[in-house]
């Protein structure tokens, strides 16, 4: 995949979790780089730890669905911590 299809990947992905997991405190830059930050991170954990196989394909339903939920697991690492962090 080119780096512009990883941007507007991280992008839609980024936007799609804050919007499922929070509040929107994150604007579009901080949508997209925990985006393209959580594409990778899902991508490794659908290859590490569910022995599957993602194409790196812009239009591949794993590649979406990895993406997002890579996104998702940031964000729930990220609350985790500003929680501990406030106590």
Same mark, same amino acid.
């Given at each position: ?7 507007? @990947? =991280?992008?839609?992905? =980024?936007?799609?979790?804050? +919007?499922? +997991? ?5 604007? @579009?830059?901080?949508?997209? #780089?925990?985006?393209?930050? =959580?594409? &990778? ?17 812009? @239009? ?9 939920? =890579?996104? +998702?697991? @940031? #964000?729930?690492? &990220?609350?985790? #911590? ?6």
């Amino acid at each position: 995949m080119s780096w512009m299809a990883w941007i507007v @990947l =991280g992008l839609v992905s =980024g936007t799609l979790a804050r +919007m499922a +997991m929070s509040r929107g405190e994150r604007g @579009l830059i901080g949508s997209t #780089l925990i985006g393209i930050t =959580g594409s &990778y991170i899902g991508t490794w954990i659908v290859s590490h730890w569910m022995h599957g196989t993602v194409k790196v394909s812009f @239009l591949d339903v794993t590649t979406w669905v990895s993406a997002i939920g =890579g996104a +998702m697991v @940031l #964000l729930f690492g &990220y609350k985790v #911590l500003r929680f501990l962090a406030r106590r």
